[in-house]
């Protein structure tokens, strides 16, 4: 069987690939391979981080691997928050100070329109290949749902009057970038 490590050891991202991939690969994560090291994200674009983490995963390994990297991209804010998505408002993982620096941002704005995006780079038998994923939508006055995680309380797809955070897990997986970038690589896998 073919192995294949995903750079990340986020217990949703990977169930939610393993889910996806056909069963002749065995997906392993950064633990499974005994990798313990921080990976920085230095890159300006959701495409260089992404490659970022694959590449130092090939080059210490050399197994096949990807890594993935998102973020919410306003329109208003131009692309903000974009790369620094997790770390906008200072702290890295503070979704609760994230979304109120956007709101605040945001205050007596018109145009709400923002885009999630997902870019995953893949190293497989030593050549990249990209895939991205996205979901329009707007950014909502306020929070609402308790479901998902960073910004889904304030982000309506286009085409619903819910946001992410009032579907389940299921619903969001279907239509959100990351759900629309690993259906991508999934396909690229499964023609092997
Ligand atoms: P990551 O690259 O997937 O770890 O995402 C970086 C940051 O982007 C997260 O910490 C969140 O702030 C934001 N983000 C990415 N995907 C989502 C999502 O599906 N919902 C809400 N926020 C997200």
């Known amino acids: 069987m073919q192995q294949l490590v995903f750079a990340t ?4 991202k990977l169930e ?19 990798c313990h090291d921080d990976i920085e994200e230095t890159g300006t674009t959701f495409s260089e981080n992404a490659s970022i983490k694959s590449h130092y995963i090939y080059h210490k390994y050399h197994l096949n691997c990807f890594g993935d ?12 928050p974009g790369v620094y998505s ?8 503070n979704h609760a100070a994230n979304m109120d620096k956007v709101l605040e941002k945001l205050k007596g704005v ?12 893949l190293i497989w038998d030593g050549e990249e290949h990209f895939f991205d994923g ?4 707007t950014i909502r006055n306020e929070r609402s749902g308790s479901g998902g995680f960073g910004y889904d ?35 690229f896998l499964a023609s092997f």
């Open 134 to 137: 996205t979901v329009e939508g």
């Open 16 to 34: 939610e690939v393993a889910a996806k991939i056909a069963g002749e690969i065995e997906l392993l994560s950064l633990n499974d391979i005994g």
């Open 9 to 12: 050891n986020n217990a949703h």
């Open 110 to 121: 018109t145009n709400r329109s923002a885009r999630f995006r997902t870019v995953i780079s």
């Open 86 to 93: 997790a770390r906008y408002a200072g702290e890295h993982g």
């Open 153 to 187: 309380p304030i982000f309506e797809p286009v085409g619903y009057d819910i946001t992410f955070a009032d579907m389940s897990m299921e619903e969001k997986n279907a239509i959100s970038h990351r759900g629309r970038a690993v259906e991508k690589l999934a396909e």
């Open 69 to 80: 990297d998102s973020g919410l991209e306003i329109d208003a804010l131009n692309g903000e």
